[in-house]
C-alpha cells in the first residue's frame, strides 16, 4: 500500500541553526500538508501546498517557515532559525484531490528537538 | 485559548467489549468529521468520517455519530481488539478550507 515517508525520523539541532525536513508525498497525490503536535499537545496545522504554491497556512507558520516541492517526489519543510519552542513531531501529508472530503494521508512524522 | 501540556483522557477496556469514544466540536460552521488513530511513534491514520448531512456511518467494526445539535461526535468500536489500543483524534473540516482541525485526544488502552 502506498505511503507518505518522512526524513529523519528525529532531527536535533540547536537554537538558530537551520532545519530542513523532508516529505515524500505518495505519487499521484497533488495536495501536500505539513501539521505539527507539541508533545502532549493537539495536531496543529501548518500548510497546505498546491500547484507549486502555497494554499493555505496558519498563524504558526510566519517567515521562519518555508515549503518547498524541489522535484516531483520531494515536499520539504525548512525553518531558518529554529526556536526552543519550535520542538515538535512533525507531520506530513498528502491528499490526491482538495482536502475536503478526501482523505489526507499521513506519514510517520520527525521528531524536532531544539537544543 | 489552548491548555500547554494536556494529559489525554484515557478509557481502559476488556478485550472484546465495545469502546466508545467521544469528541466536542466548537464550530457550527465545520461540516466534515474525522476520526484519526495514532499509533505510538507513527502518524494519524485514518479510520472514518462523516459529513454534517448524515447523523451515522458504519465501517468495519466502526460506527461514528454525529450530534449536530450538540457539536457532539462519538466513535464506537465493537469487540475491541488489543490492536485497537492508540490515540484516538478526532477532526473537523470546515467549508473553505481544507486544514484539519484536530481535538484533544483519548488514549484507548484495551487489556486481556
Known amino acids: 500500500e502506498p505511503e507518505v515517508t518522512q526524513t529523519p525520523s528525529h532531527q536535533v539541532t540547536q537554537m538558530g541553526q537551520e532545519v530542513i525536513l523532508r516529505c515524500v508525498p505518495i505519487s499521484n497525490h497533488l495536495y501536500f500538508y505539513w501539521y505539527r503536535q507539541i508533545l502532549g499537545q493537539k495536531v496543529e496545522f501548518l500548510v497546505s501546498?498546491?500547484?507549486?504554491?502555497?494554499?493555505?497556512k496558519s498563524e504558526i507558520f510566519d517567515d521562519q517557515f518555508s515549503v518547498e516541492r524541489p522535484d516531483g517526489s520531494n515536499f520539504t519543510l525548512k525553518i531558518r532559525s529554529t526556536k526552543l519552542e519550535d520542538s515538535a513531531m512533525y507531520f506530513c501529508?498528502?491528499?490526491?484531490?482538495?482536502?475536503?472530503?478526501?482523505?489526507?494521508?499521513f506519514g510517520p512524522g520527525t521528531r524536532l528537538t531544539v537544543l | 485559548g489552548e491548555s500547554v501540556g494536556l494529559h489525554l483522557p484515557t478509557l481502559s477496556v476488556q478485550e472484546g467489549d465495545n469502546s466508545i469514544i467521544n469528541c466536542a466540536y466548537s464550530n457550527s460552521a465545520s461540516d466534515y468529521f474525522i476520526w484519526y488513530k495514532q499509533e505510538s511513534g507513527k502518524g494519524p491514520q485514518f479510520i472514518i468520517d462523516?459529513?454534517?448531512?448524515?447523523d451515522k456511518r458504519q465501517g468495519q467494526r466502526v460506527t461514528v455519530l454525529l450530534n449536530k445539535t450538540v457539536k457532539h461526535l462519538s466513535l464506537q468500536i465493537a469487540a475491541t481488539q488489543p490492536g485497537d489500543s492508540a490515540v484516538y483524534f478526532c477532526?473537523?473540516?470546515?467549508?473553505?478550507?481544507?486544514?484539519?482541525?484536530f481535538g484533544t485526544g483519548t488514549r484507548l488502552q484495551v487489556f486481556p
Open positions: 462523516i459529513r454534517s448531512n448524515m
Open positions: 501529508a498528502s491528499s490526491l484531490r482538495e482536502g475536503r472530503y478526501n482523505e489526507q494521508f
Open positions: 501546498f498546491y500547484n507549486n504554491e502555497i494554499s493555505e
Open positions: 477532526a473537523e473540516n470546515r467549508r473553505g478550507t481544507d486544514k484539519l482541525i
